[in-house]
């Protein structure tokens, strides 16, 4: 009996030390498994982060390119054709403008590019009306400078009365020198703002300088076709032409061969 009682003893021994062995294995697995599930949820959650982070770049970088694709660079004065090419330019002009920056040449490239985008404002236009108006009284510009640019102007419907006075000051002792087709751009471009010079400035102006133009009348620039302008070798003017039709020597271009000739 009493062996029985120790081999049932030993037994229940060894199931209790095999059972807590067990206990013990599972309990380590099961640690295992938690290292291992913890390593592999790190491992899910950081694999989604680097496409999220690349992602961020890329749209980054496609952000960078369209600005800097977007942000074109505002051409030069002279190359200026657009609208929205001197929409870009003007606030540097006006801040170049207040500044007394710009040459008189370059105020007539202002207005010239003006006229080509059909751009219109009114504080930029205030600003470059008082640039031009000292340029005209410190006779910065030659005469073909100053009736062009007020001719552009009054293209633009930008008349400004001291301009054009200031304009007529400096052309009035210039007026006897002046080329026809000079002479006749400035009548009409006063007509055309309805500009009423002094007394003196309308005598001079209707004034021929050695009597009537001998030369032949241009062919070309009485149908509106002469590419010369005041550089043409032929004649503008009114008397001209009649005195040619006069005296039986004009020819039509279909005879004169539909050509006008200029200085180079």
Same mark, same amino acid.
């Not at 961020?56 to 960078?64: L, T, V, Y």
């Not at 490239?109 to 008082?130: Q, T, W, Y």
């Not at 279909?254 to 000739?261: A, F, H, P, Q, T």
């Given at each position: ?17 095999? $059972? ?48 800097? $694709? ?55 236009? =205030? ?15 030659? @005469? ?34 002046? @080329? ?6 400035? =009548? ?30 241009? @062919? ?32 039509? @271009?279909?005879?004169? &061969? &539909? ?6």
């Amino acid at each position: 009996s009493n062996g029985r009682s120790n081999n049932v003893a030993l037994a229940e021994r060894s199931k209790s030390r095999s $059972s807590s062995a067990g206990k013990k294995n599972e309990t380590k697995k099961q640690n295992k498994e938690k290292e291992f599930a913890w390593m592999d949820s790190e491992e899910e959650d950081a694999a989604p982060k680097s496409p999220k982070k690349s992602s961020r770049r890329r749209s980054r970088s496609r952000r960078r390119r369209s600005k800097s $694709s977007s942000e074109e660079k505002p051409v030069r004065l002279e190359e200026v054709q657009s609208l929205g090419q001197m929409a870009k330019l003007a606030p540097s002009l006006q801040k170049r403008l207040k500044r007394g920056d710009l040459r008189a040449k370059e105020l007539c490239e202002v207005v010239a590019a003006l006229v080509r985008s059909k751009f219109f404002d009114g504080d930029l236009f =205030e600003i470059l009306a008082n640039e031009l108006r000292r340029a005209f009284n410190r006779r910065s510009l030659s @005469p073909g400078e100053i009736i062009t640019s007020i001719a552009q102007l009054g293209d633009l419907n930008a008349y400004n009365q001291r301009v054009f006075e200031a304009a007529c000051d400096a052309l009035e002792r210039e007026l006897s020198r002046l @080329p026809e087709a000079l002479r006749q751009k400035l =009548e009409s471009t006063l007509r055309r703002v309805k500009h009423t010079p002094s007394e003196d400035f309308q005598k001079a102006l209707s004034q021929r300088s050695g009597g009537s133009d001998r030369r032949a009348a241009c @062919p070309m620039f009485w149908r509106g076709q002469c590419k010369w302008g005041p550089k043409c070798k032929l004649s503008h003017d009114d008397n001209s032409f009649e005195s040619t039709i006069d005296s039986g020597t004009w020819k039509p @271009p279909s005879m004169s &061969g &539909g050509k006008s000739v200029g200085f180079k």
